[in-house]
């Protein structure tokens, strides 16, 4: 049995993605590691991060990122699906590259794909997810934040990555064209098993300053530049987290792996530990009056069970 782990990504430095430490908290189980590496800036160093690793595992396929052909935020799946199609596991272990595992989980993710590799019905293995929030002390369980997500796929030809590249789906006569990766007509959920395990997504922990400008460059996939600057426009050049003290604390241990990426945090000062959300600002989803609401009954009422929320799998 063989695993391939695959990523893509640009400029990771620029933007603070920990990119290296995504990639060495699986390195240790898979057989190989694709990276479909953009067309980075000149003053971006995410090539150096990744080759200082030093694992003949790791190979890179260098890319563009053609935005234009590629709107709606699928030019993340199309460049997933670059990695994706040079892997030659029998299971390919996606990460994004603000996401970690921790090593804790590792023999067991192992043993499960040796368990299941002989099994068809199973296409893949779900994850648990911790979003953190601001810093790495305050992780989200708020509604609208998934829960579970793909990320250990089959090998399989009609297996693609799907819309913005969160998930996975079944797409048959798939021609990587925008439309496929947004179809969802003649194509069907992937039929998976939960791995218990958890993937710690780093993507909403970084500087203020560096979180807005990645904002903005994350809307800018989906809508044009005029738009993604309004959307991002505010008082302050500043992302604001907000209030954290509405969003639960992290009472776990982080990936070993990432502790030193931890040890960069230095804007706890700029943060809002306390009070209300600045009112000059539209509130952040989890802030809202129907999703504070909908976050009581769920973890109140329904035992952290979902009202509704996005999930493109079928569980075996």
């Known amino acids: 049995m063989r695993i391939s782990g695959f990523t893509c990504v640009k400029n990771a430095t620029l933007l603070y993605f920990p990119v290296k430490q995504s990639i060495m908290s699986i390195l240790p189980i898979v057989d190989e590691f694709v990276v479909a590496l953009g067309d980075c800036a000149a003053n971006d160093h995410t090539r150096e991060q990744i080759l200082s690793i030093g694992s003949g595992k790791i190979r890179?396929?260098?890319?563009?990122?053609?935005?234009?052909?590629?709107?709606?935020?699928?030019?993340?799946?199309?460049?997933?699906?670059?990695?994706?199609?040079?892997?030659?596991?029998?299971?390919?272990?996606?990460?994004?590259?603000?996401?970690?595992?921790?090593?804790?989980?590792?023999?067991?993710?192992?043993?499960?794909?040796?368990r299941y590799v002989g099994d068809a019905r199973v296409e893949g293995f779900v994850f648990d997810y911790r979003h953190f929030w601001g810093d790495y002390s305050h992780v989200h369980n708020a509604h609208g934040w998934y829960k579970r997500e793909i990320r250990i796929i089959r090998n399989l030809p009609d297996v693609h990555s799907w819309r913005d590249a969160q998930s996975f789906r079944h797409i048959p006569d798939f021609t990587e064209s925008e439309k496929d990766f947004l179809r969802k007509e003649n194509t069907r959920k992937l039929a998976v098993l939960p791995i218990g395990a958890e993937i710690y997504h780093y993507g909403w922990v970084r500087p203020p300053y560096l979180m807005r400008t990645k904002k903005r460059?994350?809307?800018?996939?989906?809508?044009?530049?005029?738009?993604?600057?309004?959307?991002?426009?505010?008082?302050?050049?500043?992302?604001?987290?907000?209030?954290?003290?509405?969003?639960?604390?992290?009472?776990?241990?982080?990936?070993?792996?990432?502790?030193?990426?931890?040890?960069?945090?230095?804007?706890?000062?700029?943060?809002?530990?306390?009070?209300?959300?600045?009112?000059r600002r539209?509130?952040?989803?989890?802030?809202?009056?129907?999703?504070?609401?909908?976050?009581?009954?769920?973890?109140?009422?329904?035992?952290?069970?979902?009202?509704g929320g996005f999930r493109n799998y079928r569980l075996l």
Not at 61 to 69: A, E, K, L, N, S
Not at 98 to 109: C, G, M, N, Q, R
Not at 282 to 307: A, D, F, P, S, Y
Request: proline share 5%; aromatic share 10%.
């Open 282 to 307: 539209e509130l952040h989803k989890h802030e809202k009056t129907k999703n504070r609401v909908q976050t009581w009954i769920e973890q109140h009422l329904l035992g952290g069970r979902e009202l």
């Open 60 to 114: 890179i396929i260098d890319t563009v990122w053609d935005t234009q052909t590629f709107g709606h935020g699928t030019i993340l799946a199309q460049q997933t699906e670059i990695a994706r199609a040079a892997c030659t596991g029998d299971w390919l272990f996606y990460l994004q590259s603000d996401e970690a595992v921790h090593e804790k989980a590792l023999p067991d993710i192992r043993a499960a794909c040796g």
């Open 217 to 279: 460059n994350m809307d800018g996939f989906y809508h044009d530049r005029a738009r993604a600057d309004a959307m991002n426009a505010a008082p302050t050049e500043d992302f604001d987290y907000g209030p954290l003290d509405r969003i639960p604390l992290f009472k776990g241990t982080h990936p070993a792996i990432i502790r030193e990426w931890m040890a960069r945090f230095d804007w706890g000062k700029s943060l809002q530990h306390g009070g209300a959300p600045d009112p």
